[in-house]
């Protein structure tokens, strides 16, 4: 039989005790805190620090920047000092190496039949120093925007894109349509935002429940068909 591979679930843009709490309920690997002011989820270093030391061991705390200088990135790291990075802007591979931590940077590929367009194999290549790569859909504000990429665009199968090791799905993924996504790509984790939102930044305890049950159900699901 088959090993049932699980899917990890990082949630994010959480700015609320209470939020963080109930991810940790549900079952979330890891949370993500945004450090980008435009964000409607932006909270501060020292308020993702505050959010962070409530977390218990083996849930990843993950700060989300957007373009950030040095300085910044070390504040915050200094708040959270267990945190993974994620970048998210228009970062280059040194700039991202730069803070010297474990990151994973996001690919914002465009939404419709551009996608195909998208050289997920070079973006790949290029960012190969990256823990993972997270795919997103490019929007305006850098994320958080509710809308998916075409999940039939690319060649998952191919060794450079090694869905079980290196590949975060994201963008406008809801307790819906996580489990398609995941059976058409075979992530090794998901991370979503809005779509276990009641509103921009405030969570909803009971999509988060569903997600993460709809997440499960996809790992059961492929362990069948495997």
Known sequence: MTPLHRTRIKICGLTREVD???AVHTGADAVGFVLYEKSPRHVTAQRAGELARRLPPFVTPVLLFVNAGLDQIR???DAVPQALLQFHGDETDAECQAARRPYLRAARIPTGPAAAGFDLLKYATEHAAAQAILLDALVDGYGGGGQSFDWTAFPWSHPLLNAS????LSGG?????????????RPWAVDVSSGVEAAKGIKDPDKMLAFVAAVRAADAQNSRSS
């Open 20 to 22: 963080v709490d109930a």
């Open 75 to 77: 504040t915050a790291c």
């Open 165 to 168: 090791s290196r590949l975060v």
């Open 173 to 185: 993924l809801t307790p819906a349509n996580v489990t398609d996504g995941i059976t058409r790509v």
